[in-house]
């Protein structure tokens, strides 16, 4: 594995006292820096860090008020950057994630291959049998979802926040309009997908601990799709009309517009003739088929245009760096700590 680039961890902490230390020291000695990021953990979580970890890599960062996975995540990795990191890997502090594949993780983005990765818990079919069912057809279902909302067809398990990102692809986002809680990991890969940023996943296996979920799947089923449609939305104006017009755009154009008009004109000549207690005729029924039939190839085409168009471009190369201010003057961060402060 290639050094030239300094790579950086960034660990988001929240209720995690009991597992963010052996997390910490489990990190590998290619990381050059370490980053903690306490979301005002009302356990303490980096206090603990810093009073029991003795590692000169590791910095502390507390926040002032829960700002989320996302909001703890980008406020770390804007840190890291500060600090001369090129690679910025995000693993979680409750222990699901194995740190002795961060080099697998990074290696894609070292040797310029990639711009972002993602772990993968479903290439190897053995690893389902460590999964939960719930969480197999929760994680299914979103992967869907997540194809059609960023664009990257041949992406699965959306949800697994072990990733990398390179610093220059990162300054290329609006970080402010990333959401920082639930979403984070799908907004990511929307954005992404909006700079034509090159994603590459990477197998790994799935670790579960006894670690409870705060979240209601019940109660996010509506957030998520309405949150996946209007990105949806976004991202179809953005690649076929704003920045470009292909045969792409007329096929969505022509599709929907026939498939509206199908379903329209065949539900206002079902209620018609119903009412008059005869049947359709015969040339009516036919027309009303064939706007549907051949919308629905219109959009059949459009799909398969879509998922040949993905990202497949490394950009990072091309891209000038990108400076914040540093975090100790961001009002949201109540101090800076380091280990045995």
């Given at each position: 594995?290639?050094?030239?680039?300094?790579?950086?961890?960034?660990?988001?902490?929240?209720?995690?006292?009991?597992?963010?230390?052996?997390?910490?020291?489990?990190?590998?000695?290619?990381?050059?820096?370490?980053?903690?990021?306490?979301?005002?953990?009302?356990?303490?979580s980096g206090k603990l860090v810093a009073e029991k970890i003795q590692d000169p890599r590791v910095q502390v960062l507390r926040l002032k008020k829960n700002?989320?996975?996302?909001?703890?995540?980008?406020?770390?990795?804007?840190?890291?950057?500060?600090?001369?990191?090129?690679?910025?890997?995000k693993i979680d502090g409750d222990g699901q994630h194995d740190a002795n594949y961060i080099p697998f993780l990074v290696e894609p983005i070292m040797q310029g291959k990639a711009d972002y990765t993602?772990?993968?818990?479903?290439?190897?079919?053995?690893?389902?049998?460590?999964?939960?069912?719930?969480?197999?057809?929760?994680?299914?279902?979103?992967?869907?979802?997540?194809?059609?909302?960023?664009?990257?067809?041949?992406?699965?398990?959306?949800?697994?926040?072990?990733?990398?990102?390179?610093?220059?692809?990162?300054?290329?986002?609006?970080?402010?309009?990333?959401?920082?809680?639930?979403?984070?990991?799908?907004?990511?890969?929307?954005?992404?997908?909006?700079?034509?940023?090159?994603?590459?996943?990477?197998?790994?296996?799935?670790?579960?601990?006894?670690?409870?979920?705060?979240?209601?799947?019940?109660?996010?089923?509506?957030?998520?799709?309405?949150?996946?449609?209007?990105?949806?939305?976004?991202?179809?104006?953005?690649?076929?009309?704003?920045?470009?017009?292909?045969?792409?755009?007329?096929?969505?154009?022509?599709?929907?517009?026939?498939?509206?008009?199908?379903?329209?004109?065949?539900?206002?000549?079902?209620?018609?003739?119903?009412?008059?207690?005869?049947?359709?005729?015969?040339?009516?029924?036919?027309?009303?088929?064939?706007?549907?039939?051949?919308?629905?190839?219109?959009?059949?085409?459009?799909?398969?245009?879509?998922?040949?168009?993905?990202?497949?471009?490394?950009?990072?190369?091309?891209?000038?760096?990108?400076?914040?201010?540093?975090?100790?003057?961001?009002?949201?961060?109540?101090?800076?700590?380091?280990?045995?402060?």
């Amino acid at each position: 594995m290639k050094r030239e680039s300094k790579m950086a961890v960034v660990i988001p902490c929240f209720r995690v006292s009991r597992q963010i230390v052996s997390v910490v020291n489990s990190i590998p000695a290619i990381v050059d820096i370490i980053v903690v990021v306490d979301d005002a953990c009302p356990e303490g979580s980096g206090k603990l860090v810093a009073e029991k970890i003795q590692d000169p890599r590791v910095q502390v960062l507390r926040l002032k008020k829960n700002l989320g996975v996302g909001g703890a995540v980008l406020t770390g990795m804007r840190h890291a950057v500060q600090c001369g990191a090129d690679i910025l890997v995000k693993i979680d502090g409750d222990g699901q994630h194995d740190a002795n594949y961060i080099p697998f993780l990074v290696e894609p983005i070292m040797q310029g291959k990639a711009d972002y990765t993602k772990g993968n818990r479903f290439y190897r079919l053995e690893n389902l049998n460590k999964m939960p069912g719930v969480r197999i057809a929760g994680n299914a279902g979103l992967s869907f979802l997540s194809k059609l909302s960023s664009g990257y067809w041949n992406l699965m398990d959306p949800t697994n926040g072990f990733v990398a990102i390179h610093a220059r692809v990162l300054g290329q986002l609006p970080l402010e309009k990333i959401s920082q809680r639930y979403f984070f990991e799908s907004d990511m890969l929307f954005r992404l997908g909006t700079i034509r940023a090159k994603v590459t996943q990477v197998p790994m296996p799935a670790i579960y601990g006894d670690e409870v979920s705060g979240i209601n799947p019940a109660h996010l089923l509506w957030p998520m799709i309405k949150w996946h449609g209007t990105s949806l939305g976004k991202r179809f104006f953005y690649n076929y009309f704003l920045r470009g017009f292909s045969l792409a755009s007329l096929y969505l154009i022509s599709g929907i517009i026939l498939l509206i008009l199908g379903g329209v004109f065949g539900l206002g000549y079902w209620h018609h003739y119903a009412s008059l207690g005869v049947n359709a005729p015969t040339g009516t029924v036919m027309l009303v088929v064939l706007m549907i039939i051949v919308g629905m190839n219109f959009l059949f085409n459009f799909l398969s245009y879509d998922m040949a168009s993905e990202p497949r471009e490394v950009i990072h190369s091309f891209l000038p760096p990108t400076f914040w201010k540093p975090e100790h003057n961001n009002p949201d961060i109540l101090e800076f700590l380091t280990p045995n402060e």
